[in-house]
Every structure is written in C-alpha cells, then in structure tokens.
C-alpha cells in the first residue's frame, strides 16, 4: 500500500480561513465516510482544549474520533500499536517539536507510525507534527527560532508559518544558506501530500497561502526560495460554518466524562 503523508504549514480545529477545509481534505483522504481519526496531541502536552476541539471538528464530519495522550498513559493505559493500526487516519498536532522528539522516543512512537505508513494508514501532521518527518526544521520549542532535528523519515527540511512568523522565515533562510538541508517553507492553511516519500500533490486552503522551495543559493550566497504549484481548494467567500465555540465546549465535557477526568487536575 502507498504511504501518505499530508503535512501541513499550520492547521487549528477552528473556523478561521481554511481551517475547515483542510479538516475536509482529512477525511476524504481517510477514505470519506465515516473514518477511525486519532489525534496525537503530544507536542503540545495533550492538553484539554487541543483534544476537545478535535473531536468537535472530526466527529462533525462523522469521523469516529479518538486520541492517545502519552502524558495520561498511567490513568487511561492503552495498546498503542493495536489502536494506531485500527485507524484510517492519525493526526500529529503541532507545538514544540523538541518536546515531541524526546516524549516519542521511549514509547516508540514514530516506528509505530512508520508502521502504520507502510499499512496504508493516511498520516496527517500540522507544524511540529510535519516538520518531525524532516531531517530538520526550525522551531521556537527554546524560544527564538532556531534548527532542530526530526527523524528524517523525508530528506531535507521544513519551515512552518512561513510568512505569519517572519523570524521563523528568516532563521530558515539563514539556516539553508549555512547549509542546512534545502527543503520548502509552508504557510498556514497549506499542506503537501507525500506519497512513498515523493511529493505528489500541494494544497492551499487560503487565499494567498502558498508553499515555497528554499534552497542555497547557486552563488553560494544566501538562500532562494521558488513557489510551487498549488490546487487551491479555498472556500468559497461567505460559505457557512460547521461548528462554534458552543460545540467546543460541548465535545470538552464529552471528553472529560468519557474520560473519567474531574473538572479540577
């Protein structure tokens, strides 16, 4: 079976620009109906809102929605293997990419992941949840922008919310000029589908997002950054909403009732 993955420049369970039409995109590549979505909210610490948000979103579009929290392993313990290769799609939040590298490491993680690549299982990754595929990004996990490594399951590089965080932009330039790997700056809303490791296909979902590849320059002389084609998969102007913050407060009490949890921790 191909290995997908579908990583995206920025990405929220929110209505704003683009948003929405991304978490579309997920589902239909899931295999449309009414698919096995996981969240692993890691690289943010698992929190509530993150979690609750997600389940709003996906179980809008009659996913049957779960997540693994490695930070709550103790009070809701889970066979992480059998439950990751029940899904027809895993969803990689965003948040520090160090803190995610170090908590995947002792649990196995990632090579559960590329197991669940190989079986067919549509992966999807935002922010630290893309660039960790990489060999390398640049993340703000230590405060200002600054390269770190992923696992290099794809060769080169990522760089996340491209032009929304112009330092996050200019580290990277600086960093491919100092000889990082070359690879593509993302904007929110944005996202590249990779098929057995090739990009096969980019998307933007926002009017004036685009995708970018950086590499050296050939004077050897800073960096140099070329757009590449996107399909623009864009909502048109006015369309109507899905969901409201009722219904994220709503899927929190679900969450926090399915889960056993008190209101206070």
Not at 197 to 220: K, N, Q, T, Y
Request: aromatic share 6%.
């Amino acid at each position: 079976m191909a290995a997908r993955l579908l990583l995206m420049g920025g990405h929220e369970f929110d209505q704003l620009d683009g948003n929405e039409v991304l978490s579309d995109l997920i589902v239909e590549l899931a295999g449309g109906g009414s698919p096995k979505v996981c969240l692993l909210p890691t690289a943010s610490g698992d929190p509530d809102l993150q979690i609750a948000r997600f389940r709003r979103s996906f179980g809008s579009r009659g996913a049957e929605v779960t997540d693994i929290s490695l930070f709550r392993l103790g009070q809701n313990p889970i066979d992480l293997r059998a439950h990751l290769l029940e899904q027809d799609a895993i969803y990689v939040g965003g948040g520090s990419l160090v803190n995610l590298v170090a908590v995947w490491g002792p649990h196995g993680v990632f090579e559960l992941l590329r197991e669940a690549l190989e079986s067919g299982i549509l992966i999807a990754g935002q922010s630290a949840g893309a660039i960790c595929w990489f060999q390398q990004g640049i993340t703000t996990s230590s405060g200002a922008p600054a390269p770190a490594d992923g696992f290099g399951h794809l060769p080169g590089s990522l760089c996340v919310h491209y032009h929304a965080d112009p330092g996050r932009r200019a580290a990277y330039l600086e960093a491919v000029a100092a000889g990082a790997p070359a690879g593509y700056g993302a904007d929110d809303q944005t996202g590249m589908l990779f098929i057995d490791g090739e990009l096969s296909r980019a998307f933007s979902a926002r009017s004036g997002a685009g995708i970018w590849r950086v590499e050296p320059a050939e004077d050897g002389v800073g960096a140099v950054e070329r757009p590449i084609e996107v399909e623009d998969i864009s909502r048109e102007p006015g369309a109507t909403p899905t969901a409201s913050s009722l219904d994220d407060f709503r899927a929190l009490s679900r969450w926090r009732n399915d889960a056993g949890l008190s209101r206070r921790r």
